[in-house]
């Protein structure tokens, strides 16, 4: 079957616009994850979604990051007011119901913010 | 919270050598722990895991882990290495009692021909 889709899988702002990064997990997978890969930084988590459960935000940087999940599938993860320190790859993945099950991760989004 | 640690940032091993890539965490609760590859401009690839049961597990590719609890590790090998195995590493670790899955920084595996 598919796997985790992300787009777009680049995306160019300025300084100061708003971005929307989408995901679509895979049919069937509860646990959604957020992740942004900076280069010598590793993954860094952002926020974790689990069925209708409240979403783990504890990782988000600033109140500029939020994200979002409708209907328990697509992923939308938003960064208002855009910085140069937000250019990054976000990455998705997403895995059957509980952490203990491997996660699928998506091509990323490479965001540049000039 | 949960941490891991992966102490280096490169490791270089000649082909057919054994490799070993290191990671150590912390955690409250039982730990669950992860493997995950990255290779040139491709995806993260799961490679093995840790839940419960026998200290070494076997995984994708001919890599294995060893858990040590007394140590807080878990350690990637390969008896063998290929050149093929060049990529970028990371370890994760969750904490049993939270679901939040935390990545280390990676190391990048060179492997010489």
């Known amino acids: 079957g598919a796997g985790v889709s992300q787009s777009p899988s680049n995306k160019v702002t300025e300084k100061g616009k708003d971005v929307e990064l989408r995901c679509d997990p895979i049919s069937g997978h509860t646990a959604l994850y957020w992740y942004r890969q900076s280069l010598g930084q590793g993954l860094e988590f952002l926020i974790y979604f689990q069925g209708n459960s409240a979403p783990d935000k504890s990782g988000l940087p600033s109140d500029r990051f939020s994200a979002e999940r409708t209907g328990g599938s697509v992923s939308t993860l938003t960064i208002q007011r855009t910085q140069q320190e937000d250019s990054a790859v976000y990455l998705c993945a997403s895995s059957l119901y509980r952490g203990y099950n491997e996660q699928f991760f998506g091509p990323g989004t490479r965001l540049t913010v000039l | 919270a949960q941490s891991v640690a992966q102490p280096e940032d490169q490791v270089n091993v000649a082909e057919g050598n054994p490799l070993t890539v290191k990671c150590t965490y912390s955690v409250s609760g039982n730990p669950y722990l992860f493997w995950y590859v990255q290779y040139p401009n491709r995806g993260l690839q799961f490679l093995l895991k840790y839940i419960t049961g026998d200290n070494l597990v076997k995984g994708s590719y001919g890599f294995e882990a060893e858990f040590n609890k007394s140590q807080t590790s878990f350690h990637l090998k390969k008896p063998s290495a290929l050149v093929s195995d060049s990529a970028l590493y990371f370890c994760?670790?969750?904490?049993?009692?939270?679901?939040?899955?935390?990545f280390g920084k990676g190391t990048r595996l060179h492997i010489l021909p």
């Open positions: 994760a670790v969750r904490d049993g009692r939270d679901d939040k899955i935390i």
